[in-house]
T-cell receptor
Framework: NAGVTQTPKFRILKIGQSMTLQCTQDMNHNYMYWYRQDPGMGLKLIYY???????DKGEVPNGYNVSRSTTEDFPLRLELAAPSQTSVYFC????????????FGNGTRLTVT | GDSVTQMEGPVTLSEEAFLTINCTYT??????LFWYVQYPGEGLQLLLKATKADDKGSNKGFEATYRKETTSFHLEKGSVQVSDSAVYFCALSAPNDYKLSFGAGTTVTVRA
Protein backbone atom coordinates (compact mmCIF):
# COMPACT_ATOMS: atom_id res chain seq x y z
CA ASN A 1 0.00 0.00 0.00
CA ALA A 2 2.82 2.45 -0.75
CA GLY A 3 0.80 4.84 -2.97
CA VAL A 4 2.79 8.04 -3.57
CA THR A 5 6.18 8.20 -1.86
CA GLN A 6 8.18 11.41 -1.50
CA THR A 7 11.74 11.81 -0.28
CA PRO A 8 13.21 13.48 1.65
CA LYS A 9 10.70 14.55 4.30
CA PHE A 10 12.72 17.59 5.35
CA ARG A 11 15.63 19.49 3.87
CA ILE A 12 17.50 22.70 4.55
CA LEU A 13 19.35 24.30 1.64
CA LYS A 14 21.60 27.29 1.40
CA ILE A 15 20.87 29.93 -1.22
CA GLY A 16 22.23 28.84 -4.58
CA GLN A 17 22.38 25.13 -3.81
CA SER A 18 20.53 22.60 -5.90
CA MET A 19 18.54 19.51 -5.04
CA THR A 20 16.07 17.00 -6.40
CA LEU A 21 12.84 16.10 -4.68
CA GLN A 22 11.95 12.51 -5.44
CA CYS A 23 8.45 11.22 -6.12
CA THR A 24 7.41 7.71 -7.07
CA GLN A 25 4.02 6.03 -7.31
CA ASP A 26 3.11 2.36 -7.60
CA MET A 27 -0.47 2.71 -8.83
CA ASN A 28 0.39 2.87 -12.55
CA HIS A 29 -1.17 6.34 -12.77
CA ASN A 30 -0.62 8.28 -15.95
CA TYR A 31 -1.04 11.74 -14.45
CA MET A 32 1.40 13.17 -11.93
CA TYR A 33 1.67 16.63 -10.37
CA TRP A 34 3.90 18.79 -8.22
CA TYR A 35 2.32 21.38 -5.93
CA ARG A 36 3.75 23.76 -3.40
CA GLN A 37 1.82 24.76 -0.30
CA ASP A 38 2.41 28.10 1.37
CA PRO A 39 0.53 29.25 4.50
CA GLY A 40 -2.81 30.82 3.62
CA MET A 41 -2.18 30.37 -0.11
CA GLY A 42 -3.51 26.91 -0.75
CA LEU A 43 -1.77 24.72 -3.30
CA LYS A 44 -0.12 26.09 -6.40
CA LEU A 45 0.65 23.80 -9.32
CA ILE A 46 4.31 23.83 -10.36
CA TYR A 47 4.46 21.18 -13.09
CA TYR A 48 2.42 18.25 -14.24
CA UNK A 49 2.76 15.25 -16.54
CA UNK A 50 0.16 13.23 -18.43
CA UNK A 51 2.50 10.36 -19.20
CA UNK A 52 6.10 9.26 -19.56
CA UNK A 53 8.05 11.71 -21.68
CA UNK A 54 5.43 14.48 -21.41
CA UNK A 55 5.60 17.41 -18.99
CA ASP A 56 3.90 20.80 -18.81
CA LYS A 57 4.18 23.97 -16.76
CA GLY A 58 1.64 24.82 -14.11
CA GLU A 59 0.99 28.18 -12.43
CA VAL A 60 4.39 28.68 -10.78
CA PRO A 61 7.11 26.83 -12.76
CA ASN A 62 9.93 29.40 -12.52
CA GLY A 63 12.99 28.05 -10.72
CA TYR A 64 11.99 24.41 -11.13
CA ASN A 65 12.43 21.61 -13.64
CA VAL A 66 10.93 18.17 -13.96
CA SER A 67 11.36 15.01 -15.98
CA ARG A 68 9.20 11.93 -16.51
CA SER A 69 11.28 9.12 -17.90
CA THR A 70 9.07 6.38 -16.42
CA THR A 71 5.42 6.11 -15.42
CA GLU A 72 6.41 5.65 -11.76
CA ASP A 73 8.83 8.53 -11.18
CA PHE A 74 8.41 12.30 -11.39
CA PRO A 75 11.37 14.12 -9.78
CA LEU A 76 11.36 17.89 -9.19
CA ARG A 77 14.66 19.73 -9.57
CA LEU A 78 15.64 23.05 -7.96
CA GLU A 79 18.76 24.37 -9.65
CA LEU A 80 19.56 27.57 -7.72
CA ALA A 81 17.64 27.58 -4.48
CA ALA A 82 16.16 30.90 -3.35
CA PRO A 83 14.41 31.85 -0.08
CA SER A 84 11.15 32.22 -2.04
CA GLN A 85 11.25 28.47 -2.60
CA THR A 86 10.86 27.76 1.11
CA SER A 87 7.64 25.78 1.16
CA VAL A 88 6.06 22.37 1.56
CA TYR A 89 6.09 20.41 -1.68
CA PHE A 90 3.51 17.76 -2.53
CA CYS A 91 3.59 15.22 -5.30
CA UNK A 92 0.30 13.71 -6.44
CA UNK A 93 -0.93 11.26 -9.02
CA UNK A 94 -4.22 10.10 -10.45
CA UNK A 95 -5.74 7.71 -12.91
CA UNK A 96 -6.67 8.91 -16.39
CA UNK A 97 -10.40 8.37 -15.74
CA UNK A 98 -12.22 11.73 -15.58
CA UNK A 99 -12.82 12.96 -12.03
CA UNK A 100 -10.64 10.28 -10.49
CA UNK A 101 -9.19 11.52 -7.18
CA UNK A 102 -5.69 12.81 -6.64
CA UNK A 103 -3.46 10.67 -4.41
CA PHE A 104 -0.94 12.75 -2.49
CA GLY A 105 2.39 11.97 -0.91
CA ASN A 106 3.14 13.18 2.61
CA GLY A 107 5.16 16.14 1.44
CA THR A 108 8.70 17.52 1.62
CA ARG A 109 9.31 20.51 3.87
CA LEU A 110 12.05 22.62 2.31
CA THR A 111 13.76 25.59 3.93
CA VAL A 112 16.17 27.80 1.97
CA THR A 113 18.35 30.10 4.08
CA GLY B 1 -9.52 31.43 -15.48
CA ASP B 2 -11.24 28.91 -13.28
CA SER B 3 -10.91 29.52 -9.55
CA VAL B 4 -12.22 28.58 -6.15
CA THR B 5 -12.82 30.86 -3.16
CA GLN B 6 -13.37 29.41 0.27
CA MET B 7 -14.04 31.02 3.62
CA GLU B 8 -11.05 32.10 5.59
CA GLY B 9 -10.18 30.45 8.83
CA PRO B 10 -9.21 29.50 11.26
CA VAL B 11 -12.42 28.01 12.59
CA THR B 12 -12.58 26.78 16.17
CA LEU B 13 -15.52 24.72 17.36
CA SER B 14 -16.57 22.63 20.32
CA GLU B 15 -17.23 18.92 19.91
CA GLU B 16 -20.74 18.13 18.55
CA ALA B 17 -21.09 21.60 17.04
CA PHE B 18 -22.30 22.16 13.46
CA LEU B 19 -19.63 22.92 10.89
CA THR B 20 -20.06 24.71 7.61
CA ILE B 21 -17.26 25.89 5.31
CA ASN B 22 -18.30 28.04 2.38
CA CYS B 23 -16.89 27.48 -1.10
CA THR B 24 -17.78 29.31 -4.29
CA TYR B 25 -16.31 28.85 -7.72
CA THR B 26 -15.81 30.63 -11.02
CA UNK B 27 -15.66 28.45 -14.11
CA UNK B 28 -16.77 28.19 -17.68
CA UNK B 29 -18.79 25.13 -18.48
CA UNK B 30 -19.60 22.48 -15.90
CA UNK B 31 -16.68 21.72 -13.62
CA UNK B 32 -16.37 18.87 -11.14
CA LEU B 33 -16.06 19.92 -7.51
CA PHE B 34 -14.14 18.32 -4.67
CA TRP B 35 -13.39 18.64 -0.99
CA TYR B 36 -10.00 17.42 0.20
CA VAL B 37 -8.85 17.12 3.81
CA GLN B 38 -5.33 17.40 5.19
CA TYR B 39 -4.60 15.99 8.64
CA PRO B 40 -1.50 17.24 10.48
CA GLY B 41 1.74 16.05 8.91
CA GLU B 42 0.04 14.34 6.00
CA GLY B 43 -0.80 14.94 2.37
CA LEU B 44 -4.28 15.78 1.17
CA GLN B 45 -6.88 13.08 0.70
CA LEU B 46 -10.21 13.17 -1.07
CA LEU B 47 -13.15 13.70 1.26
CA LEU B 48 -16.01 13.89 -1.24
CA LYS B 49 -16.85 15.02 -4.75
CA ALA B 50 -19.73 15.99 -7.05
CA THR B 51 -19.55 15.95 -10.81
CA LYS B 52 -22.78 17.63 -11.90
CA ALA B 53 -25.32 20.17 -10.72
CA ASP B 54 -27.51 19.11 -7.75
CA ASP B 55 -25.24 16.14 -6.97
CA LYS B 56 -24.58 15.65 -3.27
CA GLY B 57 -21.27 14.24 -2.19
CA SER B 58 -21.00 12.64 1.25
CA ASN B 59 -18.40 10.84 3.36
CA LYS B 60 -17.60 10.44 7.07
CA GLY B 61 -20.67 12.49 8.02
CA PHE B 62 -19.67 15.39 5.76
CA GLU B 63 -21.91 16.57 2.92
CA ALA B 64 -21.71 19.10 0.11
CA THR B 65 -24.21 19.87 -2.66
CA TYR B 66 -23.21 21.19 -6.09
CA ARG B 67 -25.34 24.33 -6.58
CA LYS B 68 -24.95 25.71 -10.06
CA GLU B 69 -27.38 28.59 -9.52
CA THR B 70 -25.22 29.98 -6.70
CA THR B 71 -21.90 28.51 -7.98
CA SER B 72 -21.32 27.00 -4.55
CA PHE B 73 -20.21 23.76 -2.93
CA HIS B 74 -20.41 24.37 0.82
CA LEU B 75 -19.15 21.66 3.18
CA GLU B 76 -21.27 20.73 6.21
CA LYS B 77 -21.15 18.33 9.12
CA GLY B 78 -23.83 18.13 11.74
CA SER B 79 -21.74 17.09 14.75
CA VAL B 80 -17.97 17.43 14.64
CA GLN B 81 -15.44 15.43 16.62
CA VAL B 82 -11.93 16.26 17.77
CA SER B 83 -10.67 13.92 15.04
CA ASP B 84 -12.16 16.28 12.41
CA SER B 85 -9.48 18.86 13.22
CA ALA B 86 -7.71 19.38 9.89
CA VAL B 87 -7.31 21.73 6.96
CA TYR B 88 -10.10 21.50 4.38
CA PHE B 89 -9.61 22.43 0.71
CA CYS B 90 -12.24 23.04 -1.90
CA ALA B 91 -11.11 22.23 -5.45
CA LEU B 92 -12.37 22.39 -9.00
CA SER B 93 -11.61 20.51 -12.18
CA ALA B 94 -12.78 21.93 -15.48
CA PRO B 95 -14.16 19.53 -18.10
CA ASN B 96 -11.43 17.79 -20.09
CA ASP B 97 -8.74 19.39 -17.92
CA TYR B 98 -6.00 17.36 -16.27
CA LYS B 99 -5.52 19.82 -13.45
CA LEU B 100 -7.26 20.81 -10.23
CA SER B 101 -7.49 24.34 -8.86
CA PHE B 102 -7.49 24.54 -5.09
CA GLY B 103 -8.84 27.10 -2.66
CA ALA B 104 -6.63 28.55 0.07
CA GLY B 105 -7.74 26.00 2.67
CA THR B 106 -9.65 26.42 5.93
CA THR B 107 -8.12 25.28 9.19
CA VAL B 108 -10.64 23.71 11.53
CA THR B 109 -9.89 22.98 15.18
CA VAL B 110 -12.38 21.05 17.29
CA ARG B 111 -12.04 21.28 21.08
CA ALA B 112 -13.17 18.54 23.43
Amino acid sequence: NAGVTQTPKFRILKIGQSMTLQCTQDMNHNYMYWYRQDPGMGLKLIYYSVGAGITDKGEVPNGYNVSRSTTEDFPLRLELAAPSQTSVYFCASRDREPNSPLHFGNGTRLTVT
Amino acid sequence: GDSVTQMEGPVTLSEEAFLTINCTYTATGYPSLFWYVQYPGEGLQLLLKATKADDKGSNKGFEATYRKETTSFHLEKGSVQVSDSAVYFCALSAPNDYKLSFGAGTTVTVRA
